[in-house]
Nanobody, 114 residues
Framework: QVQLVESGGGLAQAGGSLKLSCVVSGDVISSTSMGWYRQRPGQQRELVARIFNRGGTIYPDSVKGRFTISRDDAKNSIFLQMDNLKAEDTAIYYC????????WGQGTQVTVSS
């Protein structure tokens, strides 16, 4: 059974940084495109970063230039470096595949104070 474990969230001030980690167990992700998603209070889950199996990345305008997704296939993990955080980045952050989603993990809470 595949499990996703996200970590690294916490409380940050506006303008600060956090780095999130996601470890995948039960499957090998080296040939899989992955993403970071977030769910802000009262809103639907949205995709905030994608990384393809060859390392290409895509970001929406809302986080472009501030967030950086990366992967370490040897550790079956992906990461999200978040810089210049804004209050609107406050959300629960999740990792998953881009298609044929795994069961969701518990996510990691990011709270940005202004």
């Amino acid at each position: 059974q595949v499990q996703l474990v996200e970590s690294g969230g916490g409380l940050a001030q506006a303008g600060g940084s956090l780095k999130l980690s996601c470890v995948v167990s039960g499957d090998v992700i080296s040939s899989t495109s992955m993403g970071w998603y977030r769910q802000r209070p009262g809103q639907q889950r949205e995709l905030v970063a994608r990384i393809f199996n060859r390392g290409g990345t895509i970001y929406p305008d809302s986080v472009k230039g501030r967030f950086t997704i990366s992967r370490d296939d040897a550790k079956n993990s992906i990461f999200l470096q978040m810089d210049n955080l804004k209050a609107e980045d406050t959300a629960i952050y999740y990792c998953n595949r881009l298609v044929a989603l795994y069961p969701w993990g518990q996510g990691t809470q990011v709270t940005v104070s202004s």
